[in-house]
């Protein structure tokens, strides 16, 4: 299972985004990159940011395919000035801002007495710390525009969690958090601002989650996929672009009246 190739690519005859621009956070890889995929698909133009500089040029190049233009970023989500260095950019090349899906994330776990003060910050910053930023600087231009969408991406581990996922759960509860204040301030301007919380899927991060945790559990990697996978309703994990498909939804005119929502694509895992 930790072979398969993750799916970030699914057709669609949808053109939602026409003449939009769609601010894409880890678009190098993962659940960012099939955002990104999706709505150039979709017809918008896409703003593909990360810190991750090959891994974005690959993300450009597939967005391109579908005839989108894209301007791909170098951009650290943590560090203020990177965040809006890039939506000046975007703006000054397309005079405006649609959509912004906040991705970028990584994972650290381990047992409470093995996280380090290091490892609960660095987490912090980049998982909720860049999602604030990201907020902060390009919410007061969609609703100073024609309105917009928000999708912060946080997880299923924000309502719920395990052992040894900490730091993780943390700042995706405080993604939701977060979610809920900027939704209110920004309703009046026509913003929606969601969440959006995956469960187990098919991405690198996951992989990661995998190869940390197996062994504590007496699991290979595989195994311990495979468990996660029997342990959800409907017997699998999902596939990046089963994540973006709701972003996309949540950005479109039917979700208009649909804000300040933490929306689980967990194949049930949650209420279970």
């Not at 509860?173 to 900027?182: D, E, Q």
């Not at 913003?191 to 996951?206: D, F, M, S």
Request: with cysteine; aromatic share 6%; proline share 3%.
């Amino acid at each position: 299972m930790t072979g398969n190739t993750p799916a970030y690519e699914h057709e669609t005859t949808l053109r939602r985004f026409v003449g939009q621009v769609a601010v894409v956070t880890g678009s190098a890889k993962g659940i960012g990159r099939a955002c990104a995929v999706r709505f150039a698909q979709e017809g918008a133009r896409v703003v593909c940011l990360d810190i991750h500089d090959t891994g974005n040029a690959e993300t450009g190049a597939i967005c391109r395919r579908y005839g989108a233009e894209v301007a791909v970023i170098h951009c650290d989500v943590t560090r203020l000035e990177d965040v809006q260095r890039a939506a000046e950019e975007a703006m000054q090349r397309w005079e405006r801002i649609d959509i912004l899906v906040t991705a970028a994330g990584i994972y650290t776990g381990g047992l409470l007495t093995e996280v380090t003060l290091e490892q609960w910050q660095r987490v912090i910053d980049i998982n909720l710390t860049g999602v604030f930023l990201c907020n902060k600087v390009i919410a007061p231009l969609l609703a100073g525009c024609c309105g917009g969408s928000i999708i912060n991406i946080s997880s299923m581990s924000g309502k719920t969690s395990w052992a040894g996922t900490h730091e993780y759960s943390a700042s995706k509860s405080g993604v939701i958090g977060l979610t809920h204040s900027v939704a209110m301030e920004m309703a009046p301007y026509g913003v929606t601002v969601n969440a959006v919380c995956p469960g187990n899927t098919r991405t690198e991060l996951v992989m990661q989650a995998a190869r940390q945790n197996a062994p504590r559990d007496g699991l290979t990697p595989d195994e311990w996929l495979a468990r996660r996978a029997s342990e959800c309703p409907m017997k699998r994990i999902a596939e990046p672009w089963e994540i973006a498909g709701l972003c996309a939804f949540l950005a479109s005119e039917d979700a208009r009246y649909i804000t300040g929502q933490a929306i689980e694509v967990d194949g049930g895992m949650v209420l279970s």
